[in-house]
C-alpha cells in the first residue's frame, strides 16, 4: 500500500521569496517519487523524480526535491519563486518496478499563489 | 511536442447520451494506459489501467459499465462515459506508460474536459 500526504493545500509565497511545497509518503516497498504541475485546465506537467540514485534531485524550472528515507519526505523547493509558478502542485508515489506498477498515487495537491 | 495527446480537449453533452474520449501516444508505444478523472480543486484519482489487448482492470468504487475503456492498439486508448450525468461532469486525464528513446517512461496526456447538461 501506498499514500502521498501534502501538507498545505494553500501556499502564497512573495515573487523572488524561498518556495516550499511539503510532501511526506508511506509506501511498503521502496517508492519512487515524482512532483508534477498542474496549470489551469491543463494536464500534468512532470517536474522532477525520485528513482533510487541521488537523493537530491534537480527538476525543470529551477525546482528540486531531496529524499529523505528516514523523514519519508520529499518536499519539493525553489530559491526564488516566480509569477509564472503559480499553479497547482501534485506529489505522487509508485513502487520502484515496472509494469502495471507504475499506477501512481497522487496527494491532493497544493495550490501556490506567487504575490507582486 | 506533445507524446500524449487527447480528444476531445472538451466536451458538452446532454444527459443520457454518450460520450467516447481518445488517447494517443504519438511518439511510441504504450504498453500501458491509466485514466484518471479529477473534480474541480481536487487531486487526480485513478479510474482503471488498460493494457493492450486485453480488458481494464478497474479500480474500486469504478463502474466498468459506464466507463467503457478499450485499448485496441499499442497507440490508442478510448474512454466511453455511456448514459452520460451531471455528475460525470469531470477533467479526464490519460497517461502513458512505455520505452522512449531506450527509457521506460511515463507522460501524461493534456485532459479532457466533459462538462454534462
Known amino acids: 500500500a501506498q499514500s502521498v500526504t501534502q501538507l498545505g493545500s494553500h501556499v502564497s509565497v512573495s515573487e523572488g521569496a524561498l518556495v516550499l511545497l511539503r510532501c511526506n509518503y508511506s509506501?511498503?516497498?521502496?517508492?519512487?517519487l515524482f512532483w508534477y504541475v498542474q496549470y489551469p485546465n491543463q494536464g500534468l506537467q512532470l517536474l522532477l523524480k525520485?528513482?533510487?540514485?541521488?537523493?537530491l534531485v534537480k527538476g525543470i524550472n529551477g525546482f528540486e526535491a531531496e529524499f529523505k528515507k528516514s523523514e519519508t519526505s520529499f518536499h519539493l523547493t525553489k530559491p526564488s519563486a516566480h509569477m509564472s509558478d503559480a499553479a497547482e502542485y501534485f506529489c505522487?508515489?509508485?513502487?520502484?518496478?515496472?509494469?502495471?506498477?507504475?499506477?501512481?498515487?497522487f496527494g491532493k495537491g497544493t495550490l501556490l499563489t506567487v504575490n507582486p | 511536442g506533445a507524446v500524449v495527446s487527447q480528444h476531445p480537449s472538451w466536451v458538452i453533452c446532454k444527459s443520457g447520451t454518450s460520450v467516447k474520449i481518445e488517447c494517443r501516444s504519438l511518439?511510441?508505444?504504450?504498453?500501458?494506459m491509466f485514466w484518471y478523472r479529477q473534480f474541480p480543486k481536487q487531486s487526480l484519482m485513478l479510474m482503471a489501467t488498460?493494457?493492450?489487448?486485453?480488458?481494464?482492470?478497474?479500480e474500486q468504487g469504478v463502474e466498468k459499465d459506464k466507463f467503457l475503456i478499450n485499448h485496441a492498439s499499442l497507440t490508442l486508448s478510448t474512454l466511453t462515459v455511456t448514459s452520460a450525468h451531471p455528475e460525470d461532469s469531470s477533467f479526464y486525464i490519460c497517461?502513458?506508460?512505455?520505452?522512449?528513446?531506450?527509457?521506460?517512461?511515463?507522460?501524461f496526456g493534456p485532459g479532457t474536459r466533459l462538462t454534462v447538461l
Open positions: 497517461s502513458a506508460t512505455g520505452r522512449l528513446a531506450g527509457v521506460d517512461t511515463q507522460y
Open positions: 509506501s511498503s516497498v521502496p517508492p519512487y
Open positions: 525520485y528513482t533510487s540514485a541521488a537523493t
Open positions: 505522487a508515489v509508485r513502487p520502484n518496478s515496472g509494469g502495471s506498477n507504475y499506477k501512481l498515487t
Open positions: 511518439d511510441f508505444q504504450a504498453t500501458t
Open positions: 488498460s493494457n493492450e489487448g486485453s480488458k481494464a482492470t478497474y
